[in-house]
């Protein structure tokens, strides 16, 4: 009996399936994997960041009180960009009076090295190719209208000043701060009162009027260097003007301790996720 038993457990014993090796494997992935899934971030974010949307911080108080210096924005480039017949479903439209917009400025300015620099400024787009504008007391009037401008920096006699609340009635000149090139362009454009705003052609100005070098200072802004529009403002730091004119990596180095250590109470709460209008 005790054969019989322990030929029987035996035979028990060999017909338990033993489990498959390959149900336990662990598949690694590969070097040349990781690097393609990394390729394949890089190229989408680097597409978003080119075509679709684009990081703006803004660095000075010229459109005060609707943008703050330290507001990070995120900007649309599609809206406002030229269409693209590769990108037939897109929703284009043309810049239009009352848009904030960023746009590459058309003027350069120089560095330390004498070298022209480009900048991307932002500002409020005033006046459209063919109209006729002029400042009154600090209120713009286009095509004879005079602009309800809510968002504009009111004009008071302390703050006044003739050749910027009554342009362009007093000619800008280079000691005023506008540039040598526009000074003299700026004569042959004006019809009567009005300035007339030539095709592909805008005119922009900061909501802080009385503290914006806009196109009172140097002129139009070509159509093709508008860049986009600001959407939404998803993070903003109490930030001073003068921090963004520091350069040197010891500067950026005691900001970004300044910041790590100020976050919660340096952060704009309130202004987080503020839709730009």
Request: with cysteine.
């Amino acid at each position: 009996m005790k054969e019989v038993t322990a030929k029987k457990t035996a035979s028990r014993t060999a017909t338990v399936p033993e489990p498959a090796e390959s149900a336990q494997a662990h598949v690694e992935e590969t070097p040349f994997e990781a690097l393609a899934g990394i390729c394949h971030v890089l190229v989408i974010g680097l597409f978003i960041l080119t075509f679709l949307a684009q990081n703006f911080v803004i660095p000075s108080g010229s459109m005060e009180n609707t943008l703050l210096v330290g507001d990070h924005l995120l900007v649309d480039r599609i809206t406002l960009a030229p269409p693209a017949k590769w990108m037939p479903l897109v929703r284009y439209r043309e810049p239009k009076r009352g848009d904030v917009v960023v746009f590459l400025k058309p003027v350069p300015d120089l560095d330390a090295n004498g070298q022209p620099q480009y900048l991307f400024l932002v500002k409020r787009l005033v006046a459209i190719p063919g109209d006729h504008i002029h400042l009154r007391d600090g209120v713009p009037i286009i095509n004879g209208v005079a602009q309800n401008e809510p968002h504009a920096q009111p004009t008071t006699p302390d703050n006044y000043r003739e050749y910027l609340d009554d342009f362009p009635a007093v000619p800008m000149t280079p000691d005023m701060g506008a540039t040598e090139a526009w000074s003299v362009a700026m004569p042959g454009l004006i019809q009567g009162a009005d300035l007339v705003v030539p095709p592909g052609m805008y005119f922009m100005m900061g909501d802080n009027r009385h503290n914006s070098l806009d196109s009172r200072y140097w002129g139009f802004v070509p159509r093709a260097n508008i860049v986009g529009r600001p959407m939404f403002n998803y993070w903003s730091f109490q930030t001073p003007e003068s921090e963004y004119e520091r350069t040197g990596l010891a500067s950026n180095v005691a900001w970004l301790a300044h910041v790590a250590l100020h976050f919660f109470t340096g952060t704009r709460w309130d202004r987080t996720l503020h839709v730009i209008r």
